[in-house]
């Protein structure tokens, strides 16, 4: 690791070195295993017990509680999260059990063939659908405020920030109205506990003592909100292109699986396809926002190469719908401006 001070890492350190003799911790062998988009961090070190992960969450600005009590949820409710070996709240730090080195997205990234990437996927399904059944006990609402709220980062950030454009008062109008409408569906859509990022970067490729139950990673942002979110998050990956024949085989399949399990999915496949599609359209535009905040505020440029496939899957959708036509003749303008 860099040579630069870094006074978090040496706090880590100092609490490793005074928690239990039994846990067989190897301190010297601690090295970066990965960081995400918030200022969370984390940590690979081996022990007398296979190898663990190590969270830092600065407590100025990540709280532990939320992860804590998730994982708690989940882990009760049969979903393969990491076990929690020691915490340390007040400074924010937390020894977890190691999920693995490989998540989905690694793995599509090497050639697999069509029997190895469907199995992934019907298992993440069935994960999913056994998610769903753990009551969101003492999570936030995921509702029409937090829906609405969430859905400014596309004009502010892509459209204004990113893209350089000014909407006409007309153009502020309709996209308030859409925005309106999109919220108005998914809101009323049933409530279930929603991991926010389900998708290939957040599942891990089974160990071989698990070996059909990925394990669920970044999960503390979790609410309790419309069925549909999760189900959207992986078939319309920000960061795995998956086209429209393979969203579907996908998404009725868990359509199917959550109806075995008695989740409220609707009953008519082409509305819960409705559904999923608008839930996916509200997901990826404000993913565009975020996108755009994380290059433009934060210097995160490598969230750049994601922004074709997320614009790709919100025409998808709104090619579906005639109340998003307007939506469509934005992106076209947005795409003018950012290939000039």
């Known amino acids: 690791m860099s040579d630069t001070p870094d006074p978090r890492l040496q706090a880590l350190r100092a609490w490793l070195a005074r928690l239990p003799a039994d846990l067989a911790l190897n301190a010297d062998s601690l090295r970066p295993a990965s960081s995400d988009a918030s200022f969370r961090r984390y940590f690979r070190l081996d022990s007398g017990h296979g190898t663990r992960i190590v969270m830092d969450a600065p407590p100025a600005q990540e709280d532990c509680a939320p992860f804590l009590h998730i994982a708690r949820l989940l882990a009760a ?192 496949i082409a509305e819960f396809h409705a559904d999923w599609e608008w839930m996916g359209l509200q997901r990826n535009l404000r993913i565009l926002g975020v996108f755009a905040r994380l290059h433009h505020r934060d210097g995160k440029q490598q969230y750049l190469q994601h922004m074709p496939r997320v614009n790709g899957y919100v025409r998808q959708v709104a090619s579906h719908y005639d109340v998003f036509r307007p939506l469509l003749r934005l992106l076209d303008i947005l795409d003018t401006r950012l290939a000039s």
């Open 77 to 268: 409710g049969g979903v393969n999260v990491p076990a929690i070996l020691a915490e340390n709240t007040d400074e924010g730090f937390l020894l977890l059990s190691d999920l693995g080195g490989q998540t989905f997205y690694d793995a599509l990234q090497q050639p697999l063939d069509h029997g190895r990437i469907h199995t992934m996927y019907v298992d993440a399904i069935d994960t999913l659908v056994r998610l769903q059944q753990v009551p969101p006990t003492g999570l936030p609402a995921y509702d029409a405020r937090r829906l609405a709220e969430e859905l400014t980062v596309f004009p502010e950030w892509y459209v204004q920030k990113h893209c350089g454009y000014t909407l006409s008062e007309t153009e502020r109008e309709w996209l308030d109205g859409m925005f309106g409408a999109l919220v108005a569906r998914n809101a009323a859509q049933p409530v279930v506990l929603v991991h926010r990022d389900f998708h290939s970067p957040n599942l891990m490729m089974p160990l071989p003592d698990a070996p059909h139950a990925p394990g669920v990673i970044d999960f503390q942002d979790a609410l309790a909100g419309p069925i549909t979110y999760d189900i959207a998050s992986l078939v319309m990956d920000a960061r795995t292109t998956w086209d429209e024949p393979q969203q579907l085989d996908w998404g009725i399949r868990y359509w199917e699986a959550a109806r075995r399990a008695g989740l409220p999915v609707a009953r008519d």
